[in-house]
């Protein structure tokens, strides 16, 4: 028993000063596995260079759920979760999506921001690089605006049940939740949004599990919206 005992000991202890860590908000920067997204040298860029209209849709999808989880591990204590700030710092939403949006983007993310001898935001360039910068920013640039979902609500919820009950034809639903989720706007001016409907429909895939990891998507997307 000891030696689990002591282990577990260890393992509360660890956690309970990561915690404290966090409670103060000194939080070392957590490392982003960019291997899948296409390398855009060393030189910083002043343009995104992950946009759909630049780099196709598969990337532009891969940057926004490998920024989505990079944001939520380093970003959102200050600046809120699922980028809905909290008035802790700016909210990200309304950085414009165009190169006068990314120039500025990339200056604070390289340097973060010191004022009178405070480090107000720890700069993350060195640390994270560059990829992950410009997953981040495809990732924050395609939030969907505050009450993006309100008008699908309702529907979502039927075909969110009908997938849990196994019911419904998804090819069909695929193609209904595809036609939702070119509804959502950005507050950014982005010309597509990542939305649950978005997720949904992009994980049905005729299986079981598609259908599963589709509701899945809908439940999170729908309390969100609450
Ligand atoms: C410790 C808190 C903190 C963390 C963590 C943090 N920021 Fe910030 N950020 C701030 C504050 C405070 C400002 C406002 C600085 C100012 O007054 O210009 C800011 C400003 C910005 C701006 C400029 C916004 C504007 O409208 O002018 C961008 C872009 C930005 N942060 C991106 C990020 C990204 C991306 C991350 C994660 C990789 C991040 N920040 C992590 C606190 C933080």
Redesign the pocket.
Known sequence: MTKTYRGLTAFAAAFGLATMAFAH?DVAPQPVNTDALPDVGEEWLIENPYRAAAAGDEVWWTAVTIGDSA?NQ??A???GLGVVSGGL??D?RF?EAAEYGDE??AE??QHG?TQDGTT???A?GEV?GQKAAWA?RTYIETRPEDGALDAHTARLSAIRDQLVGGSGDQAVLKEELMAIALEVKTASGAPVADSAAKRAALALDGSPEGAKHASDALTIGLSAAH
């Open positions: 908000g944001y380093n970003c204590r200050c600046h710092a700016p990200l950085l500025w983007y604070r993310f921001y107000k935001m720890p993350f994270l981040i």
